[in-house]
């Protein structure tokens, strides 16, 4: 957003086109942040419920370019406060309001964002969070800041997997998700141009026959993120600061989890470093079966 501020910063500069000299600037920084800053017709173009418009009349809203979902994410932020909104299709896979409610349920169990505000306009929904100070796990310096890491993305994960799923509102067991994948399939919802590489020329109903071959006969329940990969890890000065990204946390079975972070250690740090993991989070018999049926369900859950 242009702020009377930056035009008063470049009154000196009357007689050219200010706009364009400030979005030059904007794009420069975005460049460097992974940040677009929107401008006020592109806010208002975001079609903001009215309760929502009021808690962030004051605020200058930037887009983040991390993360792979098809959810709009803006950093928002005035002289006080820094917050984050998500927005997204109120039936989308990624679900704000499952995110929301497990984010409530969660607020003092884990580091995870407070809920400020919820609502749905025009068929998409806006969930507005509080910051998590820090830096994404994936932005690395060295090969000891990867080490470090990935214990403490290895503790994390524990952490999560140890929070007790007793009262946890949000159900995403395999079996579920099975029926999910199923109803998606026959709906013509599966997107196989996201399909790994391994499985790309396979048809998605053959993929669902092979799923459901090698269902493992038992589950390992307990509380999981639902995409705990590198990018909803924050880390600040060589600690843990919190997780984001909750739209798919509940109930799942602990390879849900692991089959996402091995996938994202490889992506981001090199397949070498996934042993330090196994390492770190107390990883004995490793079972690649059980590891080859969540990432093929995985697959159903694409968009
Ligand atoms: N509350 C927050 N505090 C700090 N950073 C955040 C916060 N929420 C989001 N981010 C930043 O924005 C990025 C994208 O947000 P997020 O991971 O929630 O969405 P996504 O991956 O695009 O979407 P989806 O929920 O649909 O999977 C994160 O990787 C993180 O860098
Ligand atoms: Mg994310």
Known sequence: MVTEADHENHKHLDGINLDYFVQVQ??????????????????KSLDLPEELEKILMEFSFEVINIGCSKAKVLRLSNIEQTFYLKINKVDSIFDLEKEKTILEWLSKKLEVPEVIYFGKKNEMAFLLISEIQGKVSHFVGSDAEKRKNIRILAEGLRKIHSVPIVSCPIDNSPDKLMQMAKDRLEKGNIDTSQFDTRWSDISPEELLKE??????????LVFSHGDYCLPNILIKEGNLSGFVDWSWGGINDRYFDLAAVIWSIGYNYGEEWVKYFFEDYGIENFDWNRLKFFQILNEFFQQ
């Open 26 to 43: 904007n794009n420069l920084k975005a460049e460097m942040k992974d940040t677009l800053i929107l401008m006020d017709k592109e806010i």
């Open 211 to 220: 799923v459901t071959r090698i269902k493992p006969d038992e589950y390992d």
